[in-house]
Nanobody, 121 residues
Framework: QVQLVESGGGLVQPGGSLRLSCAAS????????MGWYRQAPGKQRELVAT???????NYAASVKGRFTISRDNAKNTVYLQMNSLKPEDTAVYYC???????????????WGQGTQVTVSS
């Protein structure tokens, strides 16, 4: 199975920066897309950003211009650079990935366990 491990979360002051990382491991033939979602306690999980294997990106309007998603295909790793952080960005951030486990294109869709980001003075 495919496992995703997030890292880089923590406590930062408003206006600060963090970079999140997510590494995929396990039986992976190819990854078509990876992304970041976030969820505050008691609230709906929402899309933050996604990136395809070809480099196409998509951002939520609330983070566009402040966050940048990138990917290292050779390492099956996705990053989220977060700048100009606001208290409203406080949430658990989850990584996800979808792709193929084998050359026969057996599909997978996996989620990480999440990393806490807290923006507060």
């Amino acid at each position: 199975q495919v496992q995703l491990v997030e890292s880089g979360g923590g406590l930062v002051q408003p206006g600060g920066s963090l970079r999140l990382s997510c590494a995929a491991s396990g039986s992976i033939f190819s990854i078509n897309a990876m992304g970041w979602y976030r969820q505050a306690p008691g609230k709906q999980r929402e899309l933050v950003a996604t990136i395809t294997s070809l480099g196409s990106t998509n951002y939520a309007a609330s983070v566009k211009g402040r966050f940048t998603i990138s990917r290292d295909n050779a390492k099956n790793t996705v990053y989220l650079q977060m700048n100009s952080l606001k208290p409203e960005d406080t949430a658990v951030y989850y990584c996800n990935a979808e792709g193929a486990r084998t050359a026969a294109m057996d599909a997978f869709h996996s989620w990480g366990q999440g990393t806490q980001v807290t923006v507060s003075s």
